[in-house]
């Protein structure tokens, strides 16, 4: 696992959460399919039903490590592992979405080594980037962003206790300290962890 600045003189508010590709590195999605599913709903546009992922379908790539509870994948879903998936569920938010995911292994000789996969549908979506501060990549054709090299939070502009998106760049999955702490992050098996001031 890899972490910045959890230390006690930290100045960060909160802290975005990715997997931690040199640990997760053995174990990944190489392939999906959708069905009818947008991708992009995962990324807390709306609630979503069980019954929309009946036809999705991930393939994992399953190498000698273990397996982290946060999952690279191309998606930029969310999917973490049953343990870190009950963590989130005792949070007791109503504006996390915890949904189960069908999982193939890529290579059939390791189907029986699959384990249950879930995807984090974080609804909460908060206004609180201070677009001075951060350092940002905007895509040159549509100005959107593309990139956040670095991101700074406005002051009391974000839930404290919670999971949550940011407006404007909604894949990205960010904790607060107190649910980093909560949910004890910083030790989890690839996950890694980088602050936002």
Aim: hydrophobic letters at 40%; a neutral charge.
């Amino acid at each position: 696992m890899r972490h910045e600045g959890l230390s006690g003189s930290d100045r960060a508010v909160a802290y975005r959460l990715y997997p931690d590709i040199p640990t997760s590195n053995d174990f990944e999605v190489e392939d999906y399919e959708l069905g009818k599913l947008d991708s992009r709903v995962l990324w807390g546009r709306r609630r979503v039903s069980p019954d929309e992922l009946n036809n999705v379908l991930l393939k994992l790539r399953i190498g000698r490590g273990d397996v982290p509870d946060l999952v690279v994948n191309p998606l930029s879903w969310t999917i973490v592992s049953a343990g870190l998936a009950e963590a989130i569920q005792r949070l007791d938010d109503e504006h996390q979405q915890v949904l189960a995911l069908n999982v193939e292994a890529s290579d059939p000789s390791d189907q029986w080594k699959v384990p249950p996969l879930f995807v984090v549908n974080s609804l909460r979506t908060v206004d609180a980037i201070d677009f001075s501060r951060s350092d940002i990549v905007y895509q040159r054709d549509s100005g959107k962003v593309m990139l956040f090299k670095k991101t700074c939070f406005r002051p009391s502009s974000f839930p404290k206790e919670f999971l949550f998106r940011l407006k404007g760049y909604q894949f990205a999955l960010y904790s607060s300290k107190e649910v980093v702490e909560r949910l004890a992050l910083a030790g989890r098996p690839g996950v890694a962890l980088f602050p936002v001031t």
